[in-house]
């Protein structure tokens, strides 16, 4: 089984368990990609952390930018502002980077 | 993951050269036993795997009848050898549809023919061996069941049922895909392919009317779970999460809104699709319809309208009578009950296509056809739409009534080369259970006949909007056109331009129409 910084992952490098993750292990999996997490990266990781703990499932895009728009100002709160941050996608690598199962399903 | 080598959109289509094994491999992710079990499928491939395969064969060929035509039929004229995208965009013969049958078929011959018991090498027969089992895995899963091979085979043989054929046999001997099948436990379990809790989706449908309603001023709603409703609307739950689809989602409810009919989603059936089609399996697929029964029956609606998804609406269309009884056809007590409920005077189940274009025969739809004139749109025929289903009762109604409303809310739409749409549409590449990351290579390369055509109509009639009526294909198309340098925001879901250019009416102010 694949790990990161000793905690197992899927193949598909997503947490097997949510209560694993720590904010060395977003940062390990976004140096795996190649991404520097900045402020804004941490603002939706936190998003996304927050809405699962109440939802149990990840927000729509939709309730993402809006929340984004929220936090860091309607100009970053589009689908396109994510992608520039999370080029594989807000919900899949965001989720991955948060520590939450990936969103699949015909998305 | 590392950056695949994608060639640029050639000017002309070209059927390629073979380049053998090009597309070799371990294929997708398999699937863990824990979803496998969930599934009634063994959690391991079993022992005695080839025993169980063969009769599963045997089984499969004489319940379905047309299986085993298939297989006796084909006379090799190689008149689908470049039809299929995979083959088009992989190069790789075992791509070419005839390849891919006869992967079952010379099994099949070598344990169902009197020639391939006795005579295997003279008749091509083979034996089901773990190399075998490997190229059905593989090549079995580069299939998007699009059926656009059967429209060109002389014979009509149909690789979708071969390939549907082969995943279940693979997944009875404890051989499944992992994306496929973690998402039909998901809509077992929790009622759509997403696992979207009902919090989850009761609070994205309330943010959704908030956002309809500061923008338009109107009061749009997006019921769930209403037991006073005429219509259960059973839609993909993409449309709930992902972008572009959830901007059809708001045009559907506009569309309802302006209808004046009432309508409801159902927490407990809050998924159209049913990719129990894809791996083959009766029962996986009748579960997922009895779930959209069950929701009916318990909401009491009197209509069943479906949205924006390909193979959903084939299940609906051509499975749900005999499934489930919706449209009359299953004759188990819950079936008749339920279509005792249901109105004989409209389509059951009807299409979310079907429910807007007779708005708009009726009159009652105002369209602002100018909000959309910055877009120069085409659509994309879904697979399962054109090759599998009908719409409207007319003859090619599933090519007309689409275009038809996306003509009735813009003014600028063009077809895509001819070849290439309707009956004879390409796949978007996503389509059959390939929706998945660990497919990428085949999903961008089986892509690139669609793309090619779409390159043609930019540039000669300057298109720049893409609309569709699948889920599958909307996100397909979302991932894979920034690979042909294209804007991955120009697809959209068709109530997408319906929604743009409604002109929506307060409820309040104007009386609901008693005649629908």
């Known amino acids: 089984m694949a790990e990161i910084l000793g905690v197992g992952v899927d193949e598909e490098g997503y947490l097997l368990k949510i209560a694993d993750w720590s904010e060395e292990i977003a940062l390990a999996m976004a140096a795996e990609d190649d991404i520097e997490l900045s402020a804004e990266h941490w603002e939706v990781i936190n998003f996304l952390r927050e809405y699962f703990e109440e939802y149990e499932f990840a927000p729509a895009v939709r309730i993402l930018t809006k929340a984004i728009a929220k936090r860091l100002g309607n100009d970053k709160g589009n689908s396109r502002y994510l992608y520039s941050l999370f080029p594989y996608g807000p919900a899949k690598q965001g989720c991955r980077f ?8 015909c998305v | 993951m590392a950056e695949l080598e994608i060639d640029k959109l050639p000017t002309y289509l070209e059927i390629p050269a073979i380049q053998k094994d090009s597309m070799a491999g371990d294929g997708p992710f398999k699937a863990s036993a824990e979803i496998q079990e969930q599934l009634g499928f063994p959690g391991e491939k079993v022992e005695n795997w080839q025993q169980i395969a063969i009769e599963k064969m045997a089984e499969t060929t004489s319940k379905y009848r ?6 006796d039929a084909c006379v090799k004229c190689g008149a689908c050898t470049d039809k299929c995208h995979y083959y088009l965009g992989t190069a790789d013969p075992k791509n070419m549809p005839v390849a891919r049958q006869d992967l079952f078929r010379s099994v099949y011959r070598r344990h169902f023919t009197f020639a391939g018991k006795y005579f295997p090498k ?4 083979k034996e089901l061996d773990d190399a075998m089992l490997d190229d059905w895995y593989n090549y079995f899963h580069q299939c998007s069941q699009c059926r656009r091979c059967a429209v060109f085979c002389p014979y009509g043989i149909d690789t979708a049922e071969i390939s549907m054929a082969a995943r279940e046999v693979m997944n009875v001997i404890g051989v499944g895909q992992k994306y496929s099948n973690q998402i039909l436990g998901r809509i077992n379990k929790i009622g759509n392919n997403l696992g979207m809790p009902e919090p989850a989706l009761r609070d994205t449908l309330l943010d959704l009317e908030e956002e309809i309603e500061k923008e338009t001023g109107v009061a749009v709603k997006l019921p769930l779970d209403n037991k006073h409703a005429e219509i259960l609307m059973v839609t993909p739950s993409a449309d709930f999460f992902a972008e572009p689809h959830i901007d059809g989602l708001i045009g559907y409810a506009k569309v309802f809104h302006q209808s004046g009919v009432t309508w409801t989603m159902s ?8 990719f129990g089609m894809f791996i083959g399996s009766y029962e996986v697929m009748r579960k997922g319809a009895l779930r959209i029964r069950k929701a009916a029956l318990d909401l009491g609606v009197s209509r069943i309208v479906v949205g924006e998804c390909g193979h959903a609406w084939r299940v609906a269309y051509s499975f ?3 499934l489930s009884g919706i449209g009359g056809g299953a ?8 279509q005792k409920q249901l109105d004989s005077n409209y389509p059951q189940p009807q299409h979310i296509i079907e429910f807007t274009y007779d708005l708009i025969q009726k009159g009652i739809l105002t369209f602002d056809k100018t909000k959309n004139d910055h877009r120069k749109v085409t659509f994309h025929d879904s697979c399962n739409v054109a090759r599998g289903s009908n719409m409207g009762d007319i003859e090619n109604g599933q090519f007309i009534l689409p275009r038809e ?15 290439t749409i309707k009956a004879s549409t390409y796949c978007c590449g ?3 259970g390939l929706l998945t990351d660990d497919l990428i290579e085949l999903r961008i390369k089986g892509a690139m006949p669609r793309m090619q055509a779409l390159k043609q109509s930019q540039e000669n009639d300057g298109v720049n909007t893409l609309a569709a009526i699948c889920a599958i294909c909307k996100s397909q198309f979302s991932k894979v056109l920034p690979n042909y340098d294209f804007d991955p925001y120009m697809i959209v879901s068709v109530h997408q331009l319906v929604s743009d250019a409604l002109v929506l009416s307060d409820k309040s102010e104007t009386k609901a129409e008693d005649s629908l």
């Open chain 2, 331 to 338: 004759s188990d007590e819950y079936a008749l009950k339920l």
């Open chain 1, 98 to 105: 948060a520590g939450l199962p990936k969103p699949t399903g």
């Open chain 2, 405 to 419: 409303v996306i003509k009735a809310a813009c003014n600028h739409f063009v077809d895509m080369p001819k070849a």
């Open chain 2, 122 to 125: 003279l008749v091509g027969a």
């Open chain 2, 267 to 274: 927490s407990y059936a809050s998924e159209a699709a049913n």
């Open chain 2, 430 to 432: 996503g389509g059959g």
């Open chain 2, 66 to 71: 047309s299986v085993q035509v298939f297989l």
């Open chain 2, 320 to 322: 749900w009578n005999t």
